[in-house]
């Protein structure tokens, strides 16, 4: 039960119990203080919103905490970590204590990450402060987020230029023969570069023509793990390009004992880093493709060519394995074939019958 206690001129002490039966007190100055103190903590508690005012935990521990007890797989795992180790911790926000940061200290924080990131690392560093205090707010920590209203520097997504079917050729030829087929499976099935290095014999079908999707490659533990999200797993069509690459692959290199397709002499899975920096980055250079060209611009490839030839965005994104058709629609919209005359014509059309009329009665009077 609160109280106030006077310790002496000038001195109110407010003595409170929080909720789980911890005494706490803070002295003022004046009476009306100390009884305002207690109303505000008194509603609080009845609200279910009390904050520890003496918690002392700061922005850097407790995004720590949160992070080690969030389900995340992996490579998840590793990505946050290095984000809290990278641009939490040894910064001024790290540092505060959770309950003495204000929505300026964050802002303050995101307009120095911004002059050091990308935009698109920048979005995901800010949607992982945003979660941190966010938890914290509902583990009591903090009365409320100071990282709800956060502005970004205005940027403009670089448009996506897909490989041509002839510029993927001449990758796949610049491959080494081990690799080869890595490039026309790719681009054939528009695959992550963990399911591509994870795809084994028993999930291609060849006489139903279908690929099921259901792993990835962790390369901390070298081992298969479950894919991105839930809608990564996902059966995609077999393209007649695509099953003649993996049958001669697999007459020259056949799978290794646990079924891989891809791997290396030793039987072993190809690392992301040692493909995608080494071999890959070889042959984009002796193909003559443009500077900066990785793996997942084979995906990009997929994503066009299948956009080109008529099919829907829903179609695509679940082809993709992405959980609707926004991001679709927002990185490859631009390149849907003739859509203005599209447009066009689909206004002219529904217009027509009612336009002739009119010329007709025009024509009349």
């Known amino acids: 039960m609160s109280h106030i206690e006077k310790r002496g001129p000038g001195r109110y002490r407010a003595r409170w119990n929080e909720p789980g039966g911890r005494e706490r007190s803070k002295t003022f100055e004046r009476k009306t203080d100390a009884v305002k103190f207690l109303a505000t903590v008194d509603a609080d508690q009845l609200r279910g919103q009390y904050v520890d005012p003496h918690d002392k935990t700061t922005v850097l521990e407790y995004a720590r905490q949160w992070a080690e007890g969030r389900p995340h797989r992996p490579t998840s795992a590793r990505r946050t970590a290095s984000n809290i180790n990278n641009h939490i911790a040894g910064t001024a926000l790290g540092e505060r204590r959770l309950a003495s940061v204000l929505p300026s200290d964050v802002q303050a924080w995101v307009s120095d990450r911004a002059a050091r990131l990308a935009p698109s690392t920048l979005d995901n560093l800010v949607s992982l402060i945003r979660s941190v205090f966010t938890a914290a707010a509902q583990d009591r920590l903090i009365g409320t987020s100071p990282a709800i209203k956060l502005t970004l520097p205005a940027s403009r997504p670089e448009r996506v230029v897909p490989l041509t079917v002839q510029q993927v050729v001449g990758l796949a030829s610049a491959m080494p023969p081990r690799n080869e087929a890595m490039v026309l499976v790719q681009a054939g099935l528009g695959l992550r570069i963990g399911e591509l290095l994870a795809l084994r014999l028993e999930d291609v079908d060849f006489l139903h023509q279908t690929v099921r999707i259901d792993w990835q490659t962790d390369d901390e533990t070298r081992s298969l ?112 074939p003739n859509s203005e005359a599209r447009t066009r014509k689909a206004v002219d059309d529904a217009w027509s019958e009612v336009l002739d009329g009119l010329g007709t009665a025009s024509a009349s009077a």
């Open 225 to 336: 793990v479950d894919v991105k999200t839930p809608t990564s797993h996902r059966t995609i069509p077999l393209p007649r390009v695509v099953a003649e690459a993996l049958s001669r692959h697999i007459a020259t290199f056949p799978p290794a004992e646990d079924g891989t397709l891809f791997h290396t002499r030793f039987g072993q899975f190809y690392r992301r880093d040692y493909y995608g920096t080494t071999i890959f980055k070889k042959a984009v250079h002796k193909a003559g493709l443009p500077k900066g060209t990785t793996s997942h611009d084979l995906r990009h490839h997929y994503a066009s060519v299948l956009i080109e030839r008529g099919e829907s965005l829903v179609a695509v994104a679940e082809r993709l394995g992405h959980e609707n058709a926004t991001l679709v629609m927002t990185t490859y919209g631009h390149l849907m």
